[in-house]
């Protein structure tokens, strides 16, 4: 039980950062732009595929910068041709412009790299135990991951406090009406910050490639699972984000490394009952609803703190 | 009426050539569906036909909350998918009980089922517009598409629920076990919810519906909950998207989870808006295009779904009125008799446009099939993907294409600008 | 008799900012009264309180008697206020037509009828039609108002407001930005319409507040300084040196 523990708050500390790394940026372009972005996990899908591309033509570590710049590049694209032209028809083209994007780079992926993971493995230096708990040997690829996650977390900490271009996000943060008004050049700002959000997610996607599963529906998977984390943490908060982001990682860690369900507790129903909702629900492991858990969040927040945990707009 | 001012002649003319129209449409509507499948009568074109009848029916039910009251959904699936498991159960237990209920009801049960669970669930998601209610559908879409593969004993799993749509009682001596049958049956339902939901449209609901898409803030001031609003429309699009859900189960004789998944979601976002979400019929144009695409692509390229998220992109960004728009967007100009001055320019920039997207399709085909698979077959000319020629080709394509077709739009906007002037000075354009 | 609107004490903070100070009104029934005030003296403010578009911090309005302080504005609507914005705040796709239709629609009691054609509600089209007539847009019924002239959208704006035939009209710079002949047309326009009902104006064309108003008050810094007929009004020197200046004289 103690192994467990310690083991699922490892793994549930670095999936929480990886998902800060996303949902930060995400969360960023959203309160400046008012552009819910749809493909961000598809930019953070990229960065693994990339990743996994350029690791086999010239390594892990160029690919580990190059895969997160090239990212950037696609998402300032996307917003100087793509979402620019579309501020004009309001935010629900914008939105959908961005769902649309979302789908395309799926296939575009699958077409490209086919349906099935790809063998994107832990660069071979970093091929070993970091250490033992108990009986389970951590990889050190993942303490890797987690230093790199808090090296980013702490560089942009430093870029929102003590930069230009992090004031103007910070007040945009907590007037996102003025940004307008700002008087820089609005429209380099915002590809920019798109840039820089994109590659954020390209980078999480590069380093976390290697350890979970790199397949053309990785997106799709998590891109949810980021909706739910911004609008828990409150729409437009950072640190609303970041909390949000290593619950929601320890949740569901914790979610699928249990396998106890009702029956396992109380003891297995009459038999006699047969099949029906109930037997259903009483025989499902906490493992199998690990998936559903953050949309049950979800709806509990709306209904109950629709502001989400910092926010101060109600979303 | 003796001091209500009289309104004007011509008023009065349209008003009830209006109404003549009005019949005449749905009519004529009505002699097509009959018509149809005694022209094109291969079983083919019948289970095509079934098809893109209730895709009809779910674009319009989709349009309801995009088009008519401004809601943008993720998942609007999902009360497709439950109309249609209801519909399943309730066939079962009326074979299994030999109750009196002949199969045309059943759609109506899997309307019911929609509409249940938007009575359920709708007041929490109404409660927002804009982006919040496009995150909360999609939150409920994911939440009841992975629920359902927990409830086994519900949706049954992977391999979902299956029935017989010949075991309830025959009515008039017919079974619906031949596809014209259920053709028929489909085409009397697309018919009846288009009446339907067009009717919704002229309702004091459907009006304020509109007024609520265009600005809810107003609407509070002239007595509306746009709270409550939103809350029937969304129940009426969940009805007649349990319609068409349970018309898919009695198509296909089956329920499972992918009726309710985010792919589902997703086609009926993109055949209404590509249709077009600002007038009736838009969603309906949409829904016969994607469906017939859908079908007639899959047998020539293994990546038909990029196909429809580029054209989807494209219709974002260059015509967010959707085929409809571009249509109606004319009917000034044809109304003025100012349309022909516009066409040559149409003509010309036509031919670059059309390379551009040859373009396009050659290079996705080339990326596709670059590691194995036919030879592409573009216009009957040969091209093979490993090829260097191919992708020049598809470079110059693309890139001659584009900047030629830039050039030629710019010269089609000037014609159209003069053609509106002419349009505006005529009155036919505000 | 009991006052059309009274407004007891309210206050109103925006963060820790406040913006209305111990406010006091009392507008009688039938009566024409002006509000009037410098620029961010908080009299939209004091319109969006009265018409539910936000709550005060503390104090009390009634309407007709009735406390509507917290309730919400579809509900204070339909208890019969109607108010105009500053800002033009029409349905901007729908067309000239529609637009005052859908405010009729509550009134007349249709409400959020599904099994009733619009079209063929004959007290519904009466109406409209009336409005339309009055408001001079009967030749613009079919056009979206969006592409409306600005002077047009106003003249829109205050038939949205008195389509639903609410006993209390309230209209925020009716004829702000209007030209001088505009400006005649739309008082000329408001006082007909108005007729036999409670109107609270803001305004800040003398000759219209001075020519309408049975009543004034003057709004400074979120409070109410003075109260009165057109005469008190002019002759009071707390008004004169807070606001009016020699515009009055
Ligand atoms: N929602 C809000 N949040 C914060 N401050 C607000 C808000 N609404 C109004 N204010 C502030 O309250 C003050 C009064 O605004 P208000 O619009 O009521 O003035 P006004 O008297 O109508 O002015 P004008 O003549 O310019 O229309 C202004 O300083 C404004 O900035
Ligand atoms: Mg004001």
């Known amino acids: 039980m103690a192994e467990l523990i310690v083991i699922s708050t490892l793994n549930g500390v670095l999936f929480g950062m990886l998902l800060f790394l996303l949902s930060s940026g995400l969360t960023v372009i959203f309160s400046m732009m008012g552009v819910l972005n749809f493909a961000h996990a598809s930019f953070y899908m990229l960065g693994a595929f990339f990743g996994y591309q350029l690791t086999r033509w010239i390594g892990f570590w160029p690919a580990l910068v190059i895969a997160p710049l090239l990212v950037g590049v696609v998402g300032m694209g996307v917003?100087?041709?793509?979402?620019?032209?579309?501020?004009?028809?309001?935010?629900?083209?914008?939105?959908?412009?961005?769902f649309g994007l979302a789908f395309?780079?799926?296939?575009?992926?699958?077409?490209?790299?086919?349906?099935?993971?790809?063998?994107?493995?832990?660069?071979?230096?970093?091929?070993?135990?970091?250490?033992?708990?108990?009986?389970?040997?951590?990889?050190?690829?993942?303490?890797?991951?987690?230093v790199v996650s808090v090296v980013i977390f702490i560089?942009?900490?430093?870029?929102?406090?003590?930069?230009?271009?992090?004031?103007?996000?910070?007040?945009?943060?907590?007037?996102?009406?003025?940004?307008?008004?700002?008087?820089?050049?609005?429209?380099?700002?915002?590809?920019?910050?798109?840039?820089?959000?994109?590659?954020?997610?390209?980078?999480?996607?590069?380093?976390?490639?290697?350890?979970?599963?790199?397949?053309?529906?990785?997106?799709?998977?998590?891109?949810?699972?980021?909706?739910?984390?911004?609008?828990?943490?409150?729409?437009?908060?950072?640190?609303?984000?970041?909390?949000?982001?290593?619950?929601?990682?320890?949740?569901?860690?914790?979610?699928?490394?249990?396998?106890?369900?009702?029956?396992?507790?109380?003891?297995?129903?009459?038999?006699?009952l047969g099949p029906s909702p109930l037997t259903d629900i009483w025989n499902v492991t906490i493992a199998q609803i690990a998936p559903i858990l953050p949309y049950l969040l979800l709806v509990l927040v709306l209904i109950f703190r629709p502001m989400g945990l910092l926010g101060t707009r109600e979303s | 009426?003796?001091?209500?001012?009289?309104?004007?002649?011509?008023?009065?003319?349209?008003?009830?050539?209006?109404?003549?129209?009005?019949?005449?449409?749905?009519?004529?509507?009505?002699?097509?569906?009959?018509?149809?499948?005694?022209?094109?009568?291969?079983?083919?074109?019948?289970?095509?036909?079934?098809?893109?009848?209730?895709?009809?029916?779910?674009?319009?039910?989709?349009?309801?909350?995009?088009?008519?009251?401004?809601?943008?959904?993720?998942?609007?699936?999902?009360?497709y998918g439950l109309g249609g498991f209801l519909a399943v159960h309730v066939m079962n237990a009326v074979a299994s009980h030999n109750w009196p209920i002949p199969l045309p009801v059943i759609p109506l049960v899997g309307g019911i089922g929609g509409m249940a669970f938007a009575l359920l669930v709708g007041w929490v998601m109404t409660k927002r517009a804009g982006t919040v209610f496009a995150m909360i559908s999609l939150g409920i879409g994911e939440l009841v598409a992975s629920s359902s593969l927990i409830l086994r004993s519900v949706f049954g799993g992977e391999s979902g629920i299956t029935t017989d749509r010949t075991s309830l009682m025959p009515l008039f001596g017919w079974t619906f076990g031949p596809q014209i049958q259920v053709y028929y049956l489909i085409a009397f339902w697309v018919l009846v919810s288009a009446i339907a939901m067009y009717a919704l449209t002229r309702t004091p609901l459907g009006r304020i519906c509109n007024a609520v898409r265009d600005n809810p803030e107003r609407v509070e001031f002239i007595g509306y909950d746009p709270h409550v609003v939103r809350y029937l429309a969304y129940m009426f699009a969940g009805f007649f998207a349990g319609i068409a859900g349970g018309l898919t189960a009695i198509n296909f004789e089956i329920a499972n989870s992918a009726y309710l998944g985010a792919m589902q979601s997703g086609f009926v976002?993109?055949?209404?808006f590509i249709g077009g979400t600002a007038y009736f019929f838009g969603p309906i144009l949409g829904a016969i295009l994607v469906t017939y695409l859908q079908l007639g692509l899959t047998n020539v390229t293994s990546v038909w779904q990029l196909y429809f998220g580029v054209i989807f992109i494209g219709i974002v960004m260059f015509a967010p009125g959707g085929i409809a728009g571009i249509l109606m967007k004319h009917r000034p100009l044809i109304r003025a008799g100012t349309l022909g001055t516009v066409i040559p320019s149409y003509l010309v920039a036509a031919i670059p446009t059309l390379a551009f997207a040859l373009g396009i399709i050659l290079a996705i085909e080339t990326v596709a099939r670059f590691s194995g698979g036919d030879p592409i077959n573009l216009l009957g000319i040969p091209f093979v993907a490993t090829a260097p020629t191919t992708w020049a080709a598809a470079a110059v394509l693309v890139v001659g294409g584009f900047l030629i077709a830039r050039?030629?739009?710019?010269?089609?906007?000037?014609a159209w600008d003069r053609a509106a002037t002419v349009a505006r000075d005529r009155g036919y354009l505000a | 008799m009991t006052a059309a609107i009274q407004v007891n004490a309210v206050e109103k903070s925006f963060g820790n900012v406040q913006i209305i100070r111990d406010l006091n009104l009392s507008v009688a029934k039938g009566e024409r009264h002006a509000i009037i005030g410098p620029n961010g003296a908080g009299k939209s403010t004091t319109f969006n309180l009265i018409s539910g578009h936000i709550k005060p911090t503390s104090g009390e309005i009634r309407l007709n008697g009735e406390v509507t302080s917290g309730l919400r504005p579809f509900e204070i609507n339909r208890r019969g206020l109607s108010r105009?914005?500053?800002?033009?705040?029409?349905?901007?796709?729908?067309?000239?037509?529609?637009?005052?239709?859908?405010?009729?629609?509550w009134a007349t009691g249709h409400r959020y009828a599904f099994w009733k054609n619009t079209d063929s509600l004959p007290e519904v089209k009466q109406r409209t039609a009336q409005i339309l007539d009055d408001i001079h847009l009967s030749h613009r019924r079919d056009v979206p108002?969006?592409?409306?002239?600005?002077?047009?959208?106003?003249?829109?704006?205050?038939?949205?407001?008195?389509?639903?035939?609410?006993?209390?009209?309230m209209l925020d710079e009716p004829t702000a930005g209007m030209s001088h002949a505009e400006t005649e047309r739309a008082v000329a326009l408001i006082r007909r319409l108005t007729e036999g009902r409670t109107l609270v104006i803001v305004e800040h064309d003398m000759s219209v507040v001075f020519g309408l108003a049975d009543r004034i008050s003057v709004l400074v810094y979120g409070h109410i300084i003075a109260s009165g007929t057109p005469e008190e009004i002019r002759g009071n020197p707390k008004v004169k040196e807070a606001y009016l200046g020699e515009e009055v004289d």
């Not at chain 1, 917003?79 to 961005?98: D, I, M, P, S």
């Not at chain 2, 050039?407 to 000037?414: F, L, N, S, Y």
């Not at chain 3, 108002?145 to 009209?169: F, K, N």
């Open chain 1, 104 to 146: 395309a780079i799926e296939e575009i992926v699958s077409m490209i790299w086919g349906k099935s993971p790809v063998d994107y493995r832990v660069p071979a230096v970093l091929d070993f135990p970091a250490f033992t708990v108990f009986s389970t040997n951590y990889p050190a690829y993942k303490i890797f991951m987690l």
């Open chain 2, 1 to 79: 009426m003796t001091n209500a001012p009289t309104p004007s002649l011509a008023a009065a003319k349209q008003e009830s050539g209006g109404a003549l129209g009005f019949y005449g449409v749905w009519l004529l509507a009505a002699i097509a569906l009959v018509v149809l499948p005694l022209i094109f009568s291969s079983g083919g074109s019948l289970t095509s036909f079934s098809l893109i009848g209730i895709a009809i029916i779910f674009a319009l039910s989709y349009n309801i909350l995009l088009g008519q009251t401004g809601l943008l959904s993720f998942g609007h699936a999902v009360q």
């Open chain 2, 407 to 414: 050039i030629t739009w710019r010269r089609v906007a000037e």
């Open chain 2, 269 to 272: 976002l993109f055949s209404t």
């Open chain 3, 84 to 105: 105009s914005f500053q800002v033009t705040n029409v349905f901007a796709r729908m067309t000239v037509w529609e637009n005052v239709r859908c405010a009729v629609l």
């Open chain 1, 79 to 98: 917003e100087r041709y793509g979402l620019r032209n579309t501020h004009k028809h309001g935010h629900v083209a914008e939105l959908l412009l961005t």
């Open chain 1, 155 to 272: 560089a942009l900490l430093v870029t929102l406090k003590r930069t230009r271009v992090g004031l103007i996000v910070q007040a945009a943060l907590t007037h996102p009406s003025m940004v307008g008004h700002l008087g820089h050049n609005v429209g380099r700002v915002f590809m920019l910050v798109f840039g820089v959000g994109s590659a954020l997610a390209g980078l999480a996607g590069v380093i976390a490639g290697p350890s979970l599963v790199t397949q053309s529906d990785m997106a799709a998977y998590l891109g949810p699972i980021l909706f739910v984390v911004i609008v828990f943490g409150g729409l437009g908060s950072l640190p609303g984000a970041f909390i949000a982001s290593l619950l929601i990682g320890l949740i569901q860690t914790f979610a699928v490394a249990l396998n106890g369900s009702l029956a396992s507790v109380f003891g297995p129903l009459d038999p006699s």
């Open chain 3, 145 to 169: 108002a969006g592409l409306l002239t600005y002077a047009e959208q106003r003249e829109l704006e205050i038939g949205i407001t008195i389509a639903g035939g609410a006993s209390v009209i």
